[in-house]
């Protein structure tokens, strides 16, 4: 059974270093899923792997000179039945400018139809983050400059019309249940205790609230929210992190964000949750 689990976001947001550490969980085996076969070429993954090894997060998949896309056939359970992930390299970038046109490619829309599951990656203090002005507070300061950089479509727009895309596209389950999504909020490690508690999808409610909306609204799709860590800390600013990532490797390092059955958010060190989760591998 193939089925095609795509990645969104826009730059920075966190998706090409996930593929390269997700892929060593799903050789290890030990979370929900695991590789039943080899891949027949992974030196995407490994190149993502040796840039995380060295202590470093990997350069943006947009400043790659070809698209790499990652195939690994899965199973929940040892003999059990496998399915084919499929996971197109598609950068930041292209996702970014179907936003802003409101136009898809062909081959993009064709990888989007195949797909009946995704995850969609929004990244905490990304770089590459777009905010609206505040009309209201700017209006003076518009009067004496006359204009302002304009830098592009807000991000939080970016996100809803990313889900458009996936509410009229996906295709349905093989159980016939509608798609499922899981948005993934990357870099979570670096928010304080009190943001960890209240969890992603408050944090997405203050920081993106008309993402926020469209996550209650969506009936198409089926949604469940993660918070990322696929290190356990900063390898730009934490210099212990980043000295024992080279020490030490990345064995127990990385985790995600899921709330228990008491609504309480704790960290699992499963980072294949999200992809089986939206594989319909786990409940």
């Known amino acids: 059974m193939s089925r095609s689990i795509l990645l969104l976001g826009g730059p920075d947001s966190g998706k090409t270093n996930y593929v390269g550490r997700v892929w060593p969980a799903l050789d290890a085996g030990g979370g929900c899923l695991h590789a039943a076969v080899q891949p027949e070429d992974i030196r995407f993954v490994l190149d993502v792997a040796d840039h995380l090894y060295s202590g470093n997060f990997a350069p943006r998949s947009e400043h790659a000179d070809e698209r790499r896309d990652f195939e690994v056939v899965v199973a929940a359970e040892k003999g059990g039945e496998q399915t084919t992930i499929v996971i197109p390299d598609i950068s930041g970038e292209l996702w970014l400018n179907a936003a802003v046109y409101g136009e898809v490619p062909t081959t993009l829309m064709e990888e989007m139809r195949s797909a009946n599951g995704a995850l969609l990656f929004v990244r905490v203090n990304s770089e590459a983050d777009v905010r609206p002005l505040d009309w209201v507070t700017s209006k003076k300061l518009l009067a004496k400059l006359g204009n302002v950089d304009d830098k592009g479509l807000p991000t939080q727009v970016m996100l809803c019309e990313l889900l458009r895309f996936l509410e009229t596209s996906l295709s349905e389950r093989p159980d016939g249940q509608p798609p499922r999504v899981s948005i993934v909020v990357s870099a979570w490690d670096i928010v304080d205790q009190k943001k960890f508690a209240m969890g992603p999808k408050a944090w997405l409610e203050r920081e993106y609230p008309l993402v926020a909306g469209r996550l209650d609204d969506s009936e198409a799709i089926d949604l469940r929210v993660f918070g990322l860590s696929v290190v356990g800390g900063d ?14 490797g ?8 899921i709330q228990d059955d008491e609504g309480v958010w704790q960290r699992d060190p499963d980072l294949t949750l999200p992809i089986a989760w939206a594989a319909g591998s786990s409940s």
Request: glycine share 10%; with cysteine.
């Open 235 to 248: 390898l730009k600013a934490d210099e212990t992190c980043r000295n024992d990532v080279q020490e030490n």
């Open 250 to 257: 990345l064995d127990g390092r990385g985790w995600v964000a």
